[in-house]
């Protein structure tokens, strides 16, 4: 039961930095945009959050600052690719690879300094059981992250401007010549999406590991833009695929500390597991012919107005 | 009472060409008025700055009398100016209300839209069901879509680009009802069009336009449709020259029970065609786009490659297994629908896009080897040939306007001199002077004893240009029969099939 209730409340804290940067990019691309940089977003959203949160001790202001630090580097992207219309995929990689030299350089000095980890969100009495430990005991992203996967799907399907920006992913001449702004709302949506991945990069000082290490996101942001394919551009789908991997990667783990038949497998095969996955839910879903059909029309490609 | 819409002196410069030069006419209140002129007349430019889409550089605009300013489309929907493009707008994974919702500037309750949408189709007859996805629907009920988005706003002045270029006649006789309605209840329509019969019989005046001037502002009754293309074109018009009488050969193409598999989400195959095309004779595939002419083509030319050898047969040699390169030894050349991107490569010069289909049977490649120069003097015959408007054969193909790029991707087939000719839209953007040049061109290549399959959407010009007429619909071909024997009601039938007759039964669900 202990144990059981552990890996629970490992896996919330696994997938949540996932969850959460995945919805900032489902948005993104929603409107038309791929942006690959969510990595390098996320890995300069946690450098951001550390150095506040060791400076200031404040979680919440890390947050907001990691939030800042990762719209600032999606604004990177979003001029690139929106003002000078560049190729989305090589910015997409190229803001990655700044995100790690610019995070490893700005840690450099921070590493191995501890941080406090951010506190539950609600008082000690509610989680004093096992059942009130599941509901209860986290903190803020964990429950801002369910929050939002219900505020996009809400956002996107049911309010006018969710529309519009689905209009844009869809068909940007189009929206154009009916007179909505394309690069406007894309600016939006990729600011919206480096929040995001500030965010879940400042998730990882916070929630995870309590201190600075250099490429501390390990890959994560790669998840999350594999499952906002893996979930069709559904937000909760995403949340499923979400925490599908944050339990392969939970299981990791236990099965290194646990002992058992688990632990034969090299642990090498058990940390590769989470990618494997993500490589298999891609191959199975290219083979089905429909599953893109609720992919963006635009996704990836610049918009220059025809007249 | 003033004038719905005042045109004067309006001027327009772009880079090179002067789109509209001193154009001044007028639109009178319920009144429904042709714009005319060939493609590049600078009818679209025209509508554009009075959509507020594009500004003039000089004249002026007035709307009911007084001078306005349109800065954008949002302002001229506000001053009740609405459009209807020739390319529709729509968002093809949307609802077709969720679609309409886009194109309203108001914040309307969906609820609140979907009934007045109700209202509108109910009030006009246009039929249509506001939940279906647009991908699902035909190009008819798309238009009807951007009609209704543009009645929602109770325009005085509603701007048709083309609106009939994918209709089946019967369609048309719908739009032209509702159309009617509209003018009736004092809505002025700007109507721009090509199809001089169509503007006889619905526009009360026309202006037509030529190299961006304005030539006359006439009444389309008073007028032959003769006499308002020399108008258009500026200079007498040629007919297409068929020796009479002629006698077709052997059969030389002969299909036998094609069928092509599903491709795509959207996409509609063949299914069980059959036909005989004999040497000299042109056969015409009509119908509306998107029933499986894209498979045919890509049946016929080799990028689908069928499983039945003798489905396709030249001069009785099945060709059925062949891939394009090989059908073209054979003498099978095809022309697709995409003229950009399909059949031809925008950033490769005009001699490396006729390297690209006439290397084998031109001898363009020795040993492996380009041979650039035979490329080049082929090229050059082309371009001279089919007055292709080209700096030569090492400019780009995307470089040249789509007219342009269609006269080369034509004469680069035509003057390999294939045994069978598949085309597809052969004059789809071309002005009437180099469409009846293509046509020509097409009968003499015939003469010669080619068998030549023409598909295209274009009603007029098949029933011009063919001996014979087949109709294809959701995959399955009409039986072939001579142009003469067709009349135009039972080619809209056909076109239509069982799909379009029984729309109007089952299109509102309760």
């Known amino acids: 039961m202990e144990l059981a209730l552990a890996i629970l409340i490992t896996v919330v804290g696994a997938s949540t930095p996932i969850l959460i940067a995945a919805l900032g990019e489902l948005v993104v691309e929603k409107a038309g945009v791929l ?31 990691g939030a800042a630090a990762g719209t600032a580097a999606s604004l990177i992207f979003g001029f690139l690719t929106l003002s000078l219309s560049a ?125 600075w290490a250099e490429r501390m996101t390990a890959g994560r942001g790669w998840i999350a833009v594999a499952l906002v394919v893996f979930a069709s551009w559904k937000p909760f789908r995403l949340l499923g695929g979400a925490y599908l991997f944050g339990l392969v990667m939970t299981t990791e783990l236990y099965a290194k500390a646990g002992g058992g038949p688990l632990s034969a497998v090299p642990s090498e095969l058990w940390a590769a597991l989470p990618y494997i996955a993500t490589v298999v839910v891609l191959v199975l879903i290219s083979l089905r012919r429909d599953a893109s059909t609720n992919a963006p029309a635009c996704l990836g490609k610049p918009f220059l107005p025809a007249n | 009472m003033p004038n719905r819409l005042e045109l004067t002196g309006i001027t327009k410069q772009f880079p090179g060409v002067l789109a509209n030069d001193q154009v001044s006419f007028a639109v009178k209140p319920g009144e429904i008025h042709a714009l005319l002129g060939e493609n590049g007349a600078g009818k679209s430019t025209l509508v554009k700055m009075i959509y507020g889409i594009m500004q003039p550089d000089a004249g002026e605009i007035r709307w009911n009398g007084e001078p306005v300013v349109v800065p954008n489309p949002k302002a001229a929907r506000k001053l009740g100016i609405g459009m209807v493009f020739q390319h529709f707008s729509l968002f093809e994974a949307l609802t077709v209300l969720e679609n ?265 490649v020795v040993m492996g080897l380009i041979n650039s120069g035979a490329a080049k003097t082929y090229t ?7 007055a292709v408007k080209a700096l ?40 009437a002077g180099a469409a009846a040049a293509i046509h020509q061109a097409l009968v003499d290549l015939a003469s010669a004893g080619s068998a030549i399959v023409v598909i295209s959407q274009d009603l007029d010009e098949l029933r011009a240009l063919c001996d014979t007429l087949a109709v294809i619909n959701m995959g399955h071909l009409s039986a072939a029969k001579p142009v003469k024997d067709f009349s135009i009601e039972e080619i809209g039938l056909l076109m239509g099939g069982v799909h379009g007759a029984s729309e109007a039964d089952h299109a509102i669900p309760a």
């Open chain 2, 380 to 386: 050059g015959k082309v371009i001279a040939d089919f």
């Open chain 1, 35 to 65: 942006n690959l940089g969510v990595e390098g977003m996320m890995l300069i959203g946690a450098i951001a959050g550390f150095v506040v949160q060791f400076h200031t001790g404040n979680p919440y202001l890390a947050l907001l600052c």
């Open chain 2, 100 to 364: 309409i919702a886009l194109g309203m500037d108001a914040k309307i309750p969906s609820r609140e839209l979907e009934g007045r949408i109700r209202e509108v189709m109910q009030t006009y007859g246009l039929v249509l069901d506001p939940h279906r996805t647009v991908a699902t629907l035909s190009v008819g009920e798309r238009q009807r879509i951007e009609i209704v988005r543009s009645l929602l706003l109770n325009p005085q002045l509603l701007i048709m680009d083309e609106p009939t270029s994918v209709l089946t006649p019967q369609e048309v006789e719908q739009l032209f009802t509702v159309l009617r309605k509209l003018a009736a209840e004092g809505c002025s329509i700007l109507y721009i069009s090509h199809k001089l019969h169509e503007i006889k019989a619905l526009c009360d005046t026309a202006t037509i336009l030529r190299g961006g001037k304005l030539v006359d502002t006439c009444d389309p009754k008073q007028e032959t449709s003769r006499s308002m293309a020399e108008k258009m074109i500026g200079s007498g018009l040629k007919d297409i020259v068929k020796a009479e009488g002629r006698a077709f050969g052997q059969p030389k193409l002969v299909i036998n029970r094609l069928r092509t598999n599903k491709a795509g989400h959207f996409d509609v195959p063949v299914d069980n065609v059959s036909f005989t095309v004999r040497a000299g004779e042109i056969l015409g595939i009509a119908g509306v786009a998107g029933n499986g002419q894209n498979a045919l083509l890509d049946a016929l030319s080799g990028e689908i490659i069928g499983d039945d050898r003798e489905a396709i047969t030249i001069d009785g040699f099945g060709i059925g297994m062949m891939n394009t390169t090989e059908r073209r030894k054979r003498g099978l050349c095809a022309v697709p629908e995409e003229r950009n991107g399909h059949a031809a490569v925008g950033d490769f010069s005009l001699a490396d896009n006729s390297v690209l289909t006439a290397r084998d049977r031109l001898g363009m």
């Open chain 1, 87 to 211: 190729n989305q995929t090589a910015t997409g990689l190229a803001l990655t690879i700044f995100g790690t030299g610019f995070s490893a350089l700005a840690g450099s000095s921070y590493s191995a300094r501890p941080v406090t980890l951010m506190q539950p969100l609600f008082p000690a009495e509610f989680y004093g059981n096992p059942i009130g430990r599941v509901i209860f005991g986290y903190s803020f992203p964990v429950y801002f992250s369910f929050v939002m996967v219900v505020a996009i799907w809400y956002f996107l399907h049911k309010t006018r401007a969710g529309l519009i920006l689905r209009a844009v992913g869809e068909n940007d001449q189009s929206a154009h010549s009916i007179g909505y702004s394309v690069i406007g709302v894309r600016y939006l949506a990729v600011m919206f999406g480096g929040a995001m991945a500030g965010i879940a990069g400042a998730c990882f000082p916070l929630l995870l590991t309590p201190q």
């Open chain 2, 392 to 431: 030569g054969p090492s400019s780009t193909a995307g470089s040249l306007s789509g007219g342009n790029l269609q006269k080369y991707i034509m004469g680069r087939e035509i003057l390999q001199k294939p045994s069978v000719l598949v085309v597809s839209q052969p004059t789809w953007g071309v002005d």
